[in-house]
């Protein structure tokens, strides 16, 4: 694999892809990042086996090719970059990141062990309007559970009922009805 793309877009991109995966993995290769170099751009993709996100990013590509590298450690070189472009290019088993005057190097992880990128995404049978679902998830995630020991308890439960989704903690003592269209 061997792209060019603007430093600043493609730090935005692995920083939210970092953001959005779980912080802590039991997995080493669930840390990383898979970067997909196509004539299409570059694709950023993450699984820690309850999420996955997939991020794309203007890109020049030279070569195409996937490879899997450290996420955190991805997102923070780019964010520390001061040139307006970077070149990433695989170099035995390493990603190189090149920018004038400097070179840093990530070690690939085994592509092979990743869950991959998971579905394509559902069509869209609903429409709720953001403020309202914001307010509503603002009420009902401030009674979720907040012990990461069980996670089943941290979460919302959104379901369709009629012209309405619902959200509900996971322990159930907290709800909120929002209008869809």
């Known amino acids: 694999m061997?792209?060019?793309?603007?430093?600043?877009?493609?730090?935005?991109?692995?920083?939210?892809?970092?953001?959005?995966?779980?912080?802590?993995?039991?997995?080493?290769v669930l840390a990383g990042l898979l970067l997909h170099g196509t004539a299409d751009g570059?694709?950023?993709?993450?699984?820690?086996?309850?999420?996955?996100?997939?991020?794309?990013?203007?890109?020049?590509?030279h070569t195409d090719g996937c490879v899997l590298v450290p996420a955190k450690p991805l997102a923070e070189t780019l964010r520390a970059l001061d040139s307006s472009t970077v070149r990433l290019t695989v170099e035995g088993s390493r990603l190189a990141l090149r920018?004038?005057?400097?070179?840093?190097?990530?070690?690939?992880?085994?592509?092979?062990?990743?869950?991959?990128?998971?579905?394509p995404v559902p069509a869209v049978v609903a429409e709720v309007d953001g403020a309202l679902l914001a307010a509503a998830l603002r009420t009902v995630a401030g009674t979720a559970a907040r012990d990461d020991t069980l996670p089943m308890f941290t979460g919302v439960r959104m379901y369709g009922h009629g012209s309405s989704l619902r959200?509900?903690?996971?322990?159930?003592?907290?709800?909120?009805?929002?209008?869809?269209?």
């Open 42 to 61: 570059l694709l950023l993709a993450g699984n820690d086996r309850e999420r996955w996100v997939s991020l794309s990013c203007a890109a020049s590509v």
């Open 99 to 119: 920018v004038p005057g400097a070179r840093f190097a990530l070690p690939l992880l085994d592509r092979d062990l990743h869950p991959g990128t998971g579905t």
């Open 2 to 28: 061997d792209v060019t793309a603007t430093t600043a877009n493609l730090a935005d991109a692995a920083s939210e892809a970092t953001r959005l995966l779980a912080p802590r993995y039991t997995d080493p």
């Open 167 to 181: 959200l509900i903690d996971r322990t159930g003592t907290g709800w909120r009805r929002c209008r869809c269209r």
